[in-house]
């Protein structure tokens, strides 16, 4: 099968069998972050990465994500993202490589098919009539690179549509304010995930923003989530060091599976 023909099965074949998604944050040039640390991910059962390109204005992320960026600010996004996924890429079994950016002006990956290769999904934080979002989910589309959407609360009419068009997955804000550890997960998500299936929403839908436990992976699940976005713990454990980003990722899987 192709890249191109894998790319169009976006990624409701992952839950088919029942398996909940795990996507989970992995700085781009972070050097905090080693590069190395992606082995853990694939080991740890991780489906999909969510590459996170950095932003001028990451004005929806908490001081973790907002400070790797700012990190990150002499890097060259595209040659470490390239390198990273080629590293996936010579696995039998690999992850999904997802691309979260904000729609920034003058974004580089608009018009670059190569980099466009590189991913199975793209997801783009601005607002739905944003010509730069529009813009480069329009490149993507071309290149047969899946749209993953975002849905900020409150959740809004414009947010459900584009959610409806999704093929890659549908990141629910689990909880108000900017992303980082929560104390629980609001059980109203629950009603949220139904009025968005309601809807017509048929691409997997995952709950982010304070998902820092394996207990509140479980939770997510119970809500009805089809998987789990984890963002901020993911990096704090990753820069303390493999051990205790392996024992992370480990119990992710273990609440979302059990």
Known sequence: MSLIQQKNLGFLPLILGGRPLLSVYFPIGDPKFPIQLIDLYV?????????????????????DIRSSMDRARD????????????????????????????????????????????????LVVGSPTYSVRRLIEKESRKSCVAISTFIELPVMDAAITEACKADGYVMLQAAHGLTGPR???????????????????????????????????KSARLLGADGVVVGSSALRAGIQNETVLQKFLEELRSGLDG
Not at 51 to 63: H, T
Not at 92 to 110: F, G, Q, S, V
Not at 195 to 212: K, W
């Open 183 to 217: 104390a629980s997960v609001d059980n109203d998500n629950k009603e949220r995930i139904s009025e968005l299936r309601s809807a017509g929403v048929t691409a997997p839908i995952l709950l982010g923003f304070g998902i820092s436990t394996g207990a509140q992976a």
């Open 43 to 63: 080991a740890c059962g991780v489906d999909v990465i969510e590459f996170g390109w950095p932003a001028l204005d990451p004005y929806l992320d908490g001081p």
């Open 75 to 122: 890097a060259d996004p595209k040659a470490y993202l390239k390198e990273i996924t080629q590293l996936l890429a010579r696995r039998a079994k690999r992850p999904k490589a997802l691309l979260m950016t904000y729609a920034e002006p003058m974004h580089p990956i608009l018009g670059d098919s190569e980099m466009m290769g590189y991913i199975d999904s793209i």
